[in-house]
């Protein structure tokens, strides 16, 4: 079975732009979650998405939206782009909501200049 | 508060033991994991345990738990210079609505 994919891999862009991610779970997960890691903050969860619905959500500006689709994929969207907004960007797919497992794509590694 | 803390570096000889430790914050913790880092790469979920175990083994990984010191162990047996990385671990709480909180991860370097 195919793991969690993301695209683009790597993206690079300037101040004030705005960003699209995608994440495609593992086939038959219906939860995806996405994260932010950065060397100062660390690993910090965004939201969660199930059943095209957002179910939960972390401390992140208004900025920072997503959504899910009937086929289980996510995107998530960062507006008006910041410097600090550089990151890895983790998308995880669980079966089912949180606390169920999670696993993790390979990230979608985000340069603002 | 939500710090889970990790020692942020390790270093041990290839075909030892190593012991990777975590401390977390709240015994309602539902679920703990261990997470593993490669260079470039995303996080490969290694193990996990329920909070009502003390103890979980995986072929070359064995997890303790200590709930009364709130204190979370991994340790991989003859250890190979492919487990360098970094490890992370994560709990999920309810009363976070079980998103993953995550340490700072344990930097693991395998010599030679």
């Known amino acids: 079975k195919a793991g969690v994919t993301q695209t683009p891999r790597y993206l690079i862009k300037t101040r004030g732009q705005q960003v699209t991610l995608s994440c495609s779970p593992i086939?038959?997960?219906?939860?995806v979650s996405w994260y932010q890691q950065t060397p100062g903050q660390g690993l910090q969860f965004l939201f969660e998405?199930?059943?095209?619905?957002?179910?939960n959500k972390g401390n992140f500006p208004g900025r920072f939206s997503g959504r899910q689709f009937s086929n289980s994929r996510s995107e998530m969207n960062v507006s008006t782009l910041e410097l600090g907004d550089s990151a890895l960007y983790l998308c995880?797919?669980?079966?089912?909501?949180?606390?169920?497992?999670?696993?993790f794509g390979p990230g979608t590694r985000l340069t603002v200049l | 508060g939500e710090d889970v803390e990790q020692s942020l570096f390790l270093s041990v000889r290839e075909g030892d033991s190593s012991v990777i430790n975590c401390t977390y914050t709240?015994?309602?913790?539902?679920?703990l994991y261990w997470y593993k880092q490669e260079p470039g790469a995303g996080l490969q979920l290694l193990t996990y345990?329920?909070?009502?175990?003390d103890m979980k083994q995986d072929q070359r990984l064995t997890v303790l738990l200590n709930k009364k010191d709130k204190h979370l162990s991994l340790r991989i047996a003859d250890t190979q210079t492919g487990d360098s990385a970094i490890y992370f671990c994560?709990?999920?709480?309810?009363?976070?609505?079980?998103?993953?909180?995550f340490g700072s991860g344990t930097r693991l370097l395998v010599r030679p």
């Open positions: 994560a709990e999920s709480r309810m009363d976070s609505s079980y998103k993953l909180i």
């Open positions: 086939s038959g997960h219906r939860s």
């Open positions: 998405y199930f059943s095209e619905t957002q179910r």
């Open positions: 995880a797919s669980s079966l089912d909501r949180v606390p169920d497992t999670q696993y």
């Open positions: 709240d015994s309602s913790s539902t679920y």
């Open positions: 345990i329920f909070s009502n175990m």
